[in-house]
């Protein structure tokens, strides 16, 4: 079954985050810009990069976040494709193979912590056996 991405939302970001393991083994990051062509490929503009990222697994992050002027964080969401980057005319090609995301519009960020931490998970297992009994 083919990896199915939501080309619509993703055309909503701005840009990306290239991220890699680097020579060394630590993980390095560099930002790019991204487009959509006509065939749904996700292609990168080469970054300025002192390593080589062509050919290595990535994890592209693509996000969006928005202050509030009084204070926190609204309209967050983000999609990480993990693929592979291939050279295409000039720009790298994003080839997705797995993703995850998220959009507190779709699951507030309240639900997605409960849904995420390990004790939170706790936590709702033990209210469902409470309210069964």
């Given at each position: 079954?083919a990896l199915q991405v939501d080309f619509t939302r993703l055309a909503?970001?701005?840009?990306?985050?290239?991220?890699?393991?680097?020579?060394?083994?630590?993980?390095?990051?560099?930002?790019?810009?991204?487009?959509?062509?006509?065939?749904?490929?996700?292609?990168?503009?080469?970054?300025?990069?002192?390593?080589?990222?062509?050919?290595?697994?990535?994890?592209?992050?693509?996000?969006?976040?928005?202050?509030?002027?009084?204070?926190?964080?609204?309209?967050?969401?983000?999609?990480?494709?993990?693929?592979?980057?291939?050279?295409?005319?000039?720009?790298?090609?994003?080839?997705?193979?797995?993703?995850?995301?998220?959009?507190?519009?779709?699951?507030?960020?309240p639900e997605l912590c409960a849904k995420a931490a390990p004790q939170?998970?706790?936590?709702?297992?033990?209210l469902h056996s409470q309210v069964e009994a």
């Amino acid at each position: 079954m083919a990896l199915q991405v939501d080309f619509t939302r993703l055309a909503q970001f701005k840009y990306a985050i290239i991220n890699v393991l680097g020579n060394d083994g630590y993980p390095y990051s560099v930002p790019t810009e991204f487009q959509i062509d006509k065939s749904q490929r996700i292609l990168l503009k080469r970054p300025v990069s002192p390593i080589s990222i062509v050919g290595k697994p990535a994890g592209v992050l693509f996000n969006h976040i928005a202050a509030i002027p009084t204070g926190g964080y609204t309209d967050r969401r983000y999609m990480l494709i993990w693929g592979s980057l291939v050279e295409n005319d000039g720009m790298l090609e994003l080839r997705p193979k797995a993703m995850s995301e998220w959009d507190e519009k779709i699951l507030p960020f309240p639900e997605l912590c409960a849904k995420a931490a390990p004790q939170g998970q706790r936590y709702l297992e033990g209210l469902h056996s409470q309210v069964e009994a």
